[in-house]
């Protein structure tokens, strides 16, 4: 099982980026995804996760400025970000459980100047 999460970067205020996760080794049409991030000295937070019908759900303080969704036949999962915020600077990891156990891609970090 494999999860590589990229498209993190540095960018101002207000402005936006998309994260991708692609996956293999699980069935992804039937794996529920989950976006996380870890600020510095924070522990892991849930951002946002989707089922494998697409039903999203997102924490509070990125609705209305975060979207989740997948594509079934890139196997990949995304993260749009818009209006960031410098308290949205932190790691981003996805995350999925398959078989008995959670999986990790490496991260990517997004950081957000004021």
């Known amino acids: 099982v494999q999860l590589q999460a990229s498209g993190g970067g540095l960018v101002q205020a207000g402005g936006s980026l998309r994260l991708s996760c692609r996956t293999s080794?699980?069935?992804?049409?039937?794996?529920?995804m989950n976006w996380y991030r870890q600020a510095p000295e924070k522990q892991h937070d849930l951002v946002a996760n989707?089922?494998?019908?697409?039903?999203?759900t997102l924490t509070d303080s990125v609705q209305g400025r975060f979207s989740i969704s997948r594509d079934y036949a890139r196997n990949t999962m995304y993260l749009q970000m818009n209006n960031l915020k410098p308290e949205d600077t932190a790691v981003y990891y996805c995350?999925?459980?398959?078989?008995?156990?959670?999986?990790w891609g490496r991260g990517t970090q997004v950081t957000v100047s004021p």
């Open positions: 080794g699980i069935n992804f049409r039937i794996a529920r």
């Open positions: 989707v089922d494998s019908g697409g039903s999203a």
């Open positions: 995350n999925t459980s398959w078989r008995d156990r959670e999986w």
